[in-house]
């Protein structure tokens, strides 16, 4: 029955048995995780062949154990260019985070420009980012550190709102770029459509050195059998005459270990050229050694798809429980609406506005460590205060079946406290 | 005898013999490679113990394996923090390259300033740096790419020019720091001198945001019994009143694996503070897994000394088979002037002035990369055309034997060349 059509007695009886049950989850001094995506141990587990892989030297007979090669070896750019479906000579092969190469594209954006010929972005007086929210806050803190003032755009159920983004990036030259995480996008889980993806590839821009950040994270971290498929935005943008638009950022970081993987980025070959002429000066080289462990270990896409479905039968079943108790507990209430991802790490819930803090502090209380409410948005602030990203990897699945109960529970109450408050 | 005292009938005649010799060589077909301070296959093979260490949880419990922590793990600060003589809370432990991380540091001085008040350097006109010469070529390449005007100091047999700097920076405000490689410089071989570590750390700065780069590249890499002792800069600063005035580099590069290995900064706690609240923004974190296969095979400073004693008794006999054949050859003839370092990876050599250039030349004509001439100066511009490093440790011992002996002629030849010519 939908809390709203709930007379306030009922519902402050109710409330009465929400809050026990909370107090009972208290008493209890559990302390859950779920604030970040992180892998858990048996998603760890399952790269453990990494760690026999002994080799030093390269197919072309490179010693990797050496200085030298700035962009990566031969054979990690034949595998990840494959994996992002663009040429070798279209990519770069870093170390253990495609955050930091996002972090180190836009400072020498700033530093130096994107382009020859372009200004860099430090002399500009102000240089703005379009952010699909929510959206990742990594992301946000990159652009706030740099001094980027990001402009929120919304998401919609096929990607960001295309018609707002065309109409803002025609018009202000201050609009320098936008952050993507077009696949299974954190926190909501979507994938953009074709046609979004065509439209931002072709979209008139009035900075002539506009950029799209594009972050595949979860690239091949399909929850279901039949995943998501985005279309390549790199051609799109060749297509258009764009072609050195778009930044395009992956890594294994939840393939095989989140702290010892390897990134990639991709982008036009005159992008590439560039970036490596500043690498040569900026870094030695990334770590070669675990450059060709990763790829002795992963072989080929094939076999990154087979290892990714081990991934998705562990935390499948994990994502599964959330959203059952999620429906059961939440279901039909007219209080929280959520996603149902094909992949990606998160769950995104949307609850009554102005009741995500107050639901984040309440289940903390419990000893359940959500992401902070309002992260999801630039400057931590969501002007809605609705929504909440939930984590599901990291817990065991009892841990997170009494995570998300508690949750659940501080759901109810605050929304119950909400609809009282305004009647 | 010396060149210059000889008539030019048998100048002619000995540069005719030489020429044989070195048409000869270039018969050969040679292809040796001295540009580089690259360690060789023999000194990569004493660390393979590295790569079969399969540990992955730390002293604390921690998994390495997953996200987390961005400075360095526990074993890592304690193991580094010993080795460069300060606290732990006084080193960041960062990725495979020292050089990366002093770039990043210069660019977060010119994206946001070295403290909370300072002024971002990329708001000022000019900022300048010292530069002691002959010196690093990848230092100058990064003061070049992030637009910092290099003014030349010259290298003394002590450590740098100290009346020179300390006349320079209390006139001079945009004068914003200094690059040294105080131990072994690259390429003269050079270990600062207690005194002139004393005045660098207490010295009057117009700029009060002056900052030393204090690369201490060959900290253990001694050649001799008897290594070189180098003050501790950073307690030099604190007595001075000066704690925040040096950013201190290492790595195990030349340790372990110059590809993967591990590299380590070192600050007062406030500086490192600062550091980490931006790196917290700009990475996910250095390879943890990494790490700690460092700590595990390096174990304590003491075993890291041992070890590189068997470094030294790879590369030592190199370097005197080098000084050897530069005695034999050109010693007494007044064309060339070299150093005996101690440690370090490279001999420096100066020529008479306006020869590098063309002896570097011919050595390539002859199958011998050197470092390029003018490379240890700022914008590739050595002001005598004189100076040329010479790196050993690459070649097996017969290559350098050979490669030597076709240098020593080419320095012959165009050293006689100009001796001619000014007569």
Redesign the interface.
């Known amino acids: 029955m939908e809390f709203a059509s709930m007379d306030s007695k009922a519902l402050k009886q109710y409330r009465e048995q929400l809050y026990k049950r909370y107090k009972d989850f208290q008493g209890k001094n559990l302390k859950y995780n779920m604030s970040?995506g992180?892998?858990c141990?048996e998603q760890?587990d399952l790269?453990m062949e990494l760690?026999?892989i002994?080799e030093?030297e390269n197919e072309d007979g490179l010693?990797?154990?050496?200085?030298?090669i700035v962009d990566g070896i031969p054979e990690a750019k034949k595998l990840f260019s494959k994996l992002i479906e663009v040429d070798e000579d279209e990519v770069i092969i870093g170390?253990?985070?495609a955050?930091?190469m996002i972090?180190?594209t836009l400072?020498r954006a700033?530093?130096?420009g994107v382009s020859e010929n372009a200004i860099p972005w430090?002399k500009l007086p102000k240089v703005k980012f379009l952010c699909p929210c929510p959206g990742y806050d990594?992301h946000f803190?990159?652009c706030?550190?740099?001094g980027i003032e990001m402009i929120v755009v919304d998401m919609k159920s096929d990607g960001p709102d295309i018609d707002t983004i065309e109409k803002l990036v025609a018009e202000d030259d201050t609009i320098k770029g936008i952050m993507c995480v077009p696949k299974y996008s954190n926190p909501d889980g979507i994938t953009y459509s074709d046609e979004i993806v065509d439209r931002l590839a072709a979209m008139k821009t009035k900075a002539k050195d506009f950029r799209i950040i594009w972050d595949n994270a979860y690239i091949v971290h399909h929850l279901s059998e039949n995943g998501d498929k985005l279309k390549n935005i790199l051609k799109a943008c060749k297509k258009a005459g764009n072609e050195n638009r778009v930044y395009i950022f992956a890594s294994t970081?939840k393939i095989t270990?989140?702290?010892?993987g390897v990134a990639v980025m991709a982008s036009s070959s005159e992008n590439i050229e560039r970036i490596k002429s500043?690498l040569i000066?900026?870094?030695?080289?990334?770590?070669?050694?675990?450059q060709l462990r990763h790829v002795k270990f992963l072989k080929s896409v094939e076999n990154i798809e087979e290892h990714m479905k081990k991934h998705a039968k562990i935390i499948g079943p994990k994502f599964s429980e959330v959203l059952n108790i999620l429906e059961s507990e939440l279901g039909g209430k007219g209080i929280a609406f959520w996603n149902k991802p094909n992949g990606g790490y998160f769950i995104s819930l949307n609850t009554l506005d102005g009741c995500a803090k107050k639901i984040v502090k309440m289940a903390l209380e419990a000893g359940i460590t959500m992401t902070p409410a309002g992260s999801t948005y630039p400057y931590g602030k969501d002007p809605r205060d609705r929504n909440i990203r939930i984590a599901p990897s990291l817990p065991s699945m009892d841990e997170l079946k009494n995570a998300i109960e508690i949750f659940c529970i501080c759901v109810q109450i605050v929304s119950v406290d909400k609809l009282l408050n305004s009647r």
Chains 1, 2 share one sequence.
């Open positions: 970040r992180k892998p141990k760890l790269s760690l026999n002994k030093y010693d990797c154990r050496n200085y030298g170390g253990n985070s955050l930091t972090y180190d400072s700033m530093l130096f430090r990594r803190a990159i706030e550190l740099l970081s270990f989140p702290g010892s500043k000066i900026q870094m030695i080289g990334p770590d070669k050694i675990n």
